[in-house]
Each structure stands twice: as structure tokens, then as C-alpha cells.
């Protein structure tokens, strides 16, 4: 005999299945408000620290890159190296080109490319967690439906960059 069919694990041999979804622009954006440089390793290491039990199925970074085009090529050499980085050190990296905007701006939006991602993933793999790292309000309604095991969401998002509706707990 074992435990029943029911989905629910004992408890002595549960491990909470977490994956994490990150805005990398986001992300940097909230750590140099601080004067501080975002590290990623410890970033995750903090994230799996606030489980009991932690498995990390999946670390997802979502980086949106400077478009192909002269006057931002050394941007985006940069933003590809730290890609590559990001890979080596085990994340899993999800890249989008961006549009010219202003001269010697751009704007790439990742925001539904994470929301899609992390939907489709969480039906698919059905994690115990999935957390979501971004100081967007915009992802209050994805928190809220992608709630936890006891009924409700929880994001722990940056105080300066985050309307009261994303202050969920």
C-alpha cells in the first residue's frame, strides 16, 4: 500500500517544485535604484531559500536586446555577452529584439512573451511555485491567476517601482 492517487504528496518527502520567472530589465532596473548590481546567483539562491524544501525546476530570464542596428551595436554586444553569462551560470535565457525608438534608444518588450511562457509552462509542468521577478503592475492579474498551493498569490516586488495593486502577499 502507498498513498493514494490524490495528488498530494507526504509531507516527509515533499520538496516544493519552484519555477521563476524574471524581467531582467525589471530586475537591474530595481537593484540600480539602490546603487547596487543585481547578482544573479545570489538572486536565486534567496528565492530558493524562502522554501522549506526547494526544487528549481526552472530559472527563466527574459532579456530584451538593443536592436540590430550600428549607432546600438555595442549595446547590444553587451546585453548578448551577459546573455551567455547568464547561460553558463545555468539560467535559462529567453532573448527579444528590440525596436529603435528615439535616436540611441530602444524599447523591447518581454512582458507578454514571460506572461505566455510562464502560463503555458505552469500548465505543462504544473510547479508547486512559480515565482515571478518584475516590478510590473502589469503582471498583477498573471500573479493572481497562477496563485499558489494554499489559494493565494505571492510576489515579493520592489516598494519604488510597483503600483499597489501588484503588493500582493
Known amino acids: 500500500t502507498g498513498p493514494e492517487k490524490t495528488g498530494i504528496r507526504p509531507e516527509e518527502n515533499h520538496m516544493d517544485r519552484i519555477m521563476i520567472f524574471v524581467d531582467e530589465s525589471n530586475a537591474t532596473g ?45 549595446r547590444r554586444s553587451g546585453k548578448e555577452r551577459f546573455a551567455r553569462k547568464l547561460q553558463q551560470l545555468g539560467f535559462l535565457v529567453v532573448t527579444k529584439d528590440g525596436a529603435p525608438t528615439d535616436p540611441g534608444h530602444y524599447k523591447s518588450n518581454v512582458d507578454v512573451l514571460m506572461a505566455i511562457d510562464a502560463m503555458d509552462l505552469s500548465t505543462d509542468i504544473m510547479p508547486d511555485w512559480v515565482v515571478l521577478v518584475t516590478g510590473d503592475g502589469d503582471f498583477a ?22 503600483p499597489g495593486e501588484f503588493r500582493i502577499t
Do not use: C, K
Not at 63 to 74: K, N
Not at 145 to 159: F, K, M, R, Y
Open 30 to 74: 530595481a537593484a540600480q535604484e539602490y546603487g547596487r548590481n543585481l547578482d544573479w546567483e545570489v538572486l536565486r539562491q534567496h528565492i530558493l531559500a524562502s522554501f522549506s524544501a526547494p526544487r528549481l525546476v526552472e530559472m527563466v530570464v527574459y532579456i530584451g536586446l538593443p536592436p540590430a542596428v550600428p549607432e546600438l551595436q555595442d
Open 141 to 162: 492579474h498573471l500573479a493572481v491567476t497562477l496563485e499558489g498551493p494554499a489559494g493565494q498569490p505571492s510576489a515579493q516586488p520592489t516598494p519604488t517601482q510597483t
